[in-house]
């Protein structure tokens, strides 16, 4: 079955930077986009951007440009996000989520999300 | 990038009752609009995508209309697993954004 399993929780500094991976297992990776969408208090749900796991180019939403970084291994079938100068606004939870690169569904599947805390 | 509004914000109902959800879009996505259930602790839940195609193993008291700016989630027949926060989100163009999320509680 479809599985997105996530690394687990985080408490980080302001300023220090977070990296969250998501293995996936039971369907083709190379069938399907990669985004990583996260979950705030103060700002809902936020679309963090996409990597296409054929070549790993990646489409980053403006608001994290130049913090975000997102990377695959398809040898591990496993995804990475990495979000750097953590401030306290950027506790929250983190999903990664797949996409069909040919069908009409967005999320359909998720992982488990992981909780970010950023706190002095 | 295109704002996503839900109304209402909350909601109080009962078992049985029907209920409507509205979203809106700041600019037209056609029909690429999609509803998520979503609990406590949990990663949001595809219900419906493309405005109104319901997605594999949704019961079929949930329902989604609409087009171009205005949408619709509506639920026949609650029941009591139903109580949860629902959300629309723009599969138009990135950045995809989400509504504020609307809270459906029992009366």
């Known amino acids: 079955q479809v599985r997105l399993v996530q690394s687990g929780a985080e408490v980080k500094k302001p300023g220090a930077s977070v990296k969250v991976s998501c293995k996936t297992s039971g369907f083709t990776f190379t069938d399907f986009y990669m985004h990583w969408v996260r979950q705030t208090p103060g700002e809902g749900l936020q679309w963090m951007g996409i990597?296409?796991?054929?070549?790993?180019?990646?489409t980053y939403a403006q608001k994290f440009q130049g913090r975000v970084t997102m990377t695959r291994d398809p040898s591990t079938r496993t995804v990475y996000m990495e979000l750097s100068s953590l401030r306290p606004e950027d506790t929250g939870v983190y999903f990664c989520a797949r996409v069909s690169i040919v069908g009409e569904e967005p999320f359909d599947f998720w992982g488990q999300g992981t909780l970010v805390t950023v706190s002095s | 990038e295109i704002q996503m509004t839900q109304s209402p914000s909350s909601l109080s109902a009962s078992v049985g009752d029907r209920v409507t959800i509205s979203c809106r879009a700041s600019?037209?996505?056609?029909?690429?609009l999609a509803w998520y259930q979503q609990k406590p602790g949990k990663a949001p839940n595809l219900l419906i995508y493309?405005?109104?195609t319901l997605q594999s193993g949704v019961p079929s008291r949930f329902s989604g209309g609409g087009s171009g700016t205005s949408f619709t989630l509506t639920i026949s027949d609650l029941q009591p697993e139903d109580f949860a926060t629902y959300y629309c989100q723009q599969a138009q163009t990135f950045p995809y954004t989400f509504g504020q999320g609307t809270k459906l509680e029992v009366k």
């Open positions: 990597i296409n796991p054929n070549g790993g180019s990646t």
């Open positions: 600019e037209s996505v056609s029909t690429w």
């Open positions: 493309v405005a109104s």
